[in-house]
C-alpha cells in the first residue's frame, strides 16, 4: 500500500512540474505623476511560459475622480525573457484620465486565464499602484483642463464671399482636433451673439479618431452656427479661443480662429421670414389680390348681362302674363261713400 503511495505521490509531481505558469505584471505610462486632464495608461502583461488558446480575463476599473476607459478587444503580443525561460503573452492597457488634483490609489488587480497544457484556469494579481495628479501651470482651481499632444483649430465661413444682403444667411463651421484627447472632453465652444443677427447653432458633432488601424489617435469636435441678418450695416463675428495644456512642451497654450468681418445691405424686395402671404400659400388659401376699379365695375357689368341673358324666357313668360291679365281683368266697379250724419241732415237750414 505504502509503495502505490509513493508511485501516485510521484506521478502528481511530474504533472505539477509540467503545469504552465502565469505571470502578471503592470507599470504606469508615462509615470506616477501627471496634470489634471492628462491620460496616463495602466498596462498590464499577462505571461506564461506555455502559449494563450484565448484571450485573458480582466476585472472592471473604477477610480473615484477619473474617467477609465476599458482595454480595447485588440492585445499588443509580448515575448519576454525571464530567469532564463522564454514567456509570451499579451499586453492589456486601462486609459485613466483624472479630473481632480490629489492623489490616487489603484487596487490590485486579479488576472484570470487558461494557458495551453494547464489543467484548470489560473489566475494572478497585480500589485497596488499610486499616482498623483497637480493642476497644470497657467490653469485656476475649477477652470477645465484640455490636454493634448497637439491641438488644430479652424474654421470655415459659407458663403466665403460675394455680396450679402437683408434676409441671408451666414453660416461659421469650426472644427476643434486634439491629440490624444477624449472627443468628449474637448469643450463646447461660446456662441457668440451680434447685434442685428439672429443666432441658429446646431448639435455638435464629437468623436473619437483613429489611425486608421482601430487604434485612437484623439479626438474631434465640430460645431457649426447660422447667422440670419436682420438689419443692412457692417458685422463681425468675435474670434474664439480655446486654451489647452502641451503634455509635450508641458505649457499652457492658445488656439485661436480670427473674426469674421462682413456687410450687408438693404434689399427691398426682401420678404419677411414668418410672412403672412407665405403662410397663406403653405395653408393653401388664396392670397389678397387688388384690382382696379374700372376692372370691378366692368366684371359687375359682364355678370348682369351673363344673367339677363340666361333668364330671358323667365322675363318673356312673365311679361306675357303681366299683358294677358291686363286685357282679361274685370271692370272696375263704383262704390258710393255713405253720410258721415245720415238722418240729420234736415236739421240744417
Known sequence: MTRYCLALML???LVHADEPLLSV????????????GQPLQLQVDVLTNSWFTSGATLPHLSITGTD???????????????QGQT?????????????????????????????????AELSAQT?????????????KPGEPVLVASAMRFNQHISPDGGTLKVGDSITRTMTLQADDAQGLSLPALPLA????????????RIENLDDGR?????????DSVSYRIERSGDFELPAISVKWWDSVNHKAQLSQVPPVSFKASADSSYTPVFSIVQDLKQLGQPTRLRLPESVLILACILLLAGIGYLSRRWWLHSLSVARHW?????????????????GHDKDFP
Open 68 to 82: 477609465v476607459m476599458p482595454p480595447s478587444g485588440e492585445a499588443q503580443h509580448l515575448t519576454q525573457q525571464v
Open 11 to 13: 506521478l502528481t509531481g
Open 127 to 139: 500589485p497596488a499602484l499610486h499616482f498623483t495628479a497637480s493642476l497644470p501651470d497657467g490653469f
Open 193 to 204: 451673439t451680434v447685434d442685428g443677427l439672429s443666432a441658429y447653432p446646431k448639435t455638435a
Open 326 to 342: 291686363l286685357r282679361t281683368r274685370p271692370p272696375r266697379k263704383t262704390y258710393g261713400l255713405r253720410p258721415l250724419n245720415p
Open 214 to 222: 482601430g487604434n485612437f489617435s484623439g479626438g474631434q469636435r465640430i
Open 25 to 36: 505584471q503592470s507599470r504606469l505610462v508615462p509615470g506616477d505623476a501627471v496634470v489634471v
Open 87 to 119: 514567456f509570451t503573452g499579451l499586453r492589456y492597457t486601462y486609459r485613466i484620465i483624472p479630473n481632480l488634483a490629489q492623489e490616487f490609489t489603484i487596487a490590485p488587480l486579479t488576472i484570470r486565464a487558461t494557458p495551453a497544457q494547464a489543467s
